[in-house]
């Protein structure tokens, strides 16, 4: 086991699969003791399975942050007793419907923005006074690419993204003063694991041209996540990095 994160503790939402799963065991591995959460109990087992196999240390507590104040409460509640205090939060818990703009009801815009922007912020703001009171803490949010760069489709989702990176300026400079770093990772194009690997990814067509050529892996962001949490960074504040293959800092060029 590695070390850099030895001591400290650290609860991802939405960790049992794909990138939030890669950052709880990439955390783990440097020696956090990890809450992993979620709404599904059996990947939220076999990750805490695979974590403690590992040689590391992880719970699980079962979540569904629906964007309450009352499920983050709950949440940032039941984490504190595993682990006695939260040192590295990291929200990564996120849905993304496939409709646009005129085909989006009430009850889908409020259920994403729920989701994605509610439920980190009273998560937020549930946990960073008990870390202003340790002396330190650390906050990263999961943004996205496509805040920033658009497709036709997807509004509802880029503009929640958009918030959140929004939030980590703020928080940063909110909290910052105070002992708790806000920083943020904008993902690319990834592909899960579980992903069929004989069948193209949809996304995949939007990585090409860039400099790395085609999609990510959830442990290229997982790393990213273990230098936000780790003193390396802690000249870092309030800063979104770009893990994305180049796709937003890049000129693609289209070939006839």
Do not use: C
Not at 157 to 179: C, N, P, V
């Amino acid at each position: 086991m590695a070390s850099r994160l030895a001591g400290r503790t650290a609860l991802v939402t939405g960790s049992t699969s794909n990138i939030g799963r890669a950052i709880a065991v990439a955390l783990a591995a440097e020696g956090a003791h990890v809450v992993v959460s979620g709404r599904d109990d059996l990947r939220g087992a076999a990750v805490v399975s695979h974590i403690r196999q590992s040689g590391g240390r992880a719970d699980y507590v079962q979540a569904d942050l629906d964007g309450t104040a009352k499920a983050s409460r709950a949440l940032a509640e039941v984490a504190a007793k595993l682990v006695g205090r939260v040192d590295v939060l990291v929200n990564n818990v996120g849905i993304y419907p496939p409709s646009t703009t005129p085909t989006t009801d009430e009850e889908t815009f409020d259920r994403v923005y729920g989701v994605n922007v509610k439920a980190p912020f009273f998560l937020t703001q549930a946990l960073v006074p008990a870390m202003i009171e340790a002396g330190g803490g650390v906050v990263i949010n999961l943004g996205s690419w496509i805040a920033r760069l658009a497709v036709p489709i997807g509004a509802l989702y880029s503009s929640t993204k958009g918030a959140m990176e929004t939030l980590t300026r703020a928080w940063a400079a909110e909290f910052g003063s105070q002992g708790v770093r806000v920083n943020a990772i904008s993902p690319g194009v990834v592909v899960s694991p579980d992903w069929d690997t004989a069948t193209d990814h949809p996304g995949e067509v939007m990585m090409h041209g860039t400099p790395f050529g085609r999609s990510g892996h959830p442990g290229a962001i997982a790393a990213a996540a273990v230098y936000l949490a780790s003193d390396e960074s802690a000249f870092v504040h309030g800063t979104v990095l770009d893990v994305h293959g180049g796709r937003t800092g890049v000129a693609v060029i289209a070939r006839g």
